[in-house]
């Protein structure tokens, strides 16, 4: 028994050791990465935490991502292993670059972890819930093979932004900001719960979800319940563009009693912006303004 607790403090402080001099992080599973040096080759499972890669300065080390991360554009050059759900990520891809480090969002790909980890390498599983998950997951990638100075420099710009479009709108009431309907799908009707990303984005650009009131995430809705609450905007990615125009929605039945139809108020963003949690966030928290209060930005 002593012996076992001599080995486990033994280990603590060597965990210790590595965490004090930038090697070693806790991931979302609760886990302690300990690296015996920062990483040298870096594998990423998602397009946001490619992203998130870079802005920690990461991106010389990284070697293999998916096929979506193509953001900046030094990602699409870097070797493909697969798509981002789990099913069809290549574990053979994986080896065969012979990375330090493979990171993944652990909602996503943790039940990869223990593939990846069997073939000697190590796995980190990242949250990314919210932005200051993003901040989180910045500062413990760029510990583990990117840039601490670089990183923290970026979150601070990141957050300078935020605070500007705060700012800018604090003047605004709660009860006068304008309600937005965000259509994820139309057959069927599919929207954006107050729990998504896409929501804390609208909200932190002065918008209010028109469906705040729900518990899921991604829920089907009725048009009747669109008309009840009559939103003031209608928003969507631009990969859905072409459902939700002005004249296409104006074709769907009951649509032009919408206040939103009538006054064609309806944006479109780029939805690797406004669907990614990562460090351009912010870009989509700024567009979504914009589009709000031209008058302000």
Request: glycine share 8%; aromatic share 8%.
């Amino acid at each position: 028994m002593r012996r076992t607790l001599a080995s486990v403090m033994m280990a603590l402080v060597a965990i210790a050791s590595l965490s004090a001099q930038g090697y070693g992080f806790t991931d979302a599973r609760g886990k302690v990465i300990v690296l015996p040096a920062k990483a040298k080759r870096i594998v990423s499972l998602s397009p946001a935490v490619t992203e998130i890669l870079y802005a920690a300065g990461a991106g010389k080390v990284m070697v293999g991502a998916t096929t979506y991360c193509n953001y900046p554009a030094a990602a699409n050059d870097l070797a493909k292993i697969g798509g981002y759900s789990a099913r069809t990520i290549s574990l053979e891809a994986i080896v065969a670059l012979r990375p330090d480090l493979v990171i993944g969002e652990a909602s996503m790909h943790g039940q990869l972890a223990a593939q990846i980890e069997g073939t000697g390498i190590a796995f980190a599983g990242v949250k990314l819930a919210d932005f200051d998950d993003i901040y989180l997951a910045m500062a413990n990638l760029a510990r583990a093979g990117g840039d601490e100075q670089a990183s923290a420099t970026a979150a601070r710009s990141m957050k300078a932004r935020v605070e500007a479009i705060s700012t800018r709108i604090a003047a605004i009431p709660a009860s006068k900001r304008p309600t937005v309907f965000w259509e994820v799908w139309n057959e069927p009707l599919m929207t954006a719960g107050p729990g998504t990303f896409i929501s804390m984005v609208l909200v932190g650009a002065g918008a209010r979800n028109v469906f705040a009131d729900i518990t899921e995430d991604w829920p089907v809705i009725s048009f009747e319940a669109i008309v009840a609450r009559n939103p003031d905007w209608i928003m969507a990615s631009e990969t859905h563009a072409s459902a939700v125009t002005p004249e296409s929605l104006a074709k769907r039945p009951g649509w032009s009693s919408l206040s939103a139809v009538r006054n064609r108020k309806i944006a479109l963003f780029d939805g690797d912006i406004v669907s990614r949690p990562g460090p351009r966030y912010v870009d989509a928290m700024e567009l979504v303004a914009k589009a709000l209060y031209p008058e302000l930005f």
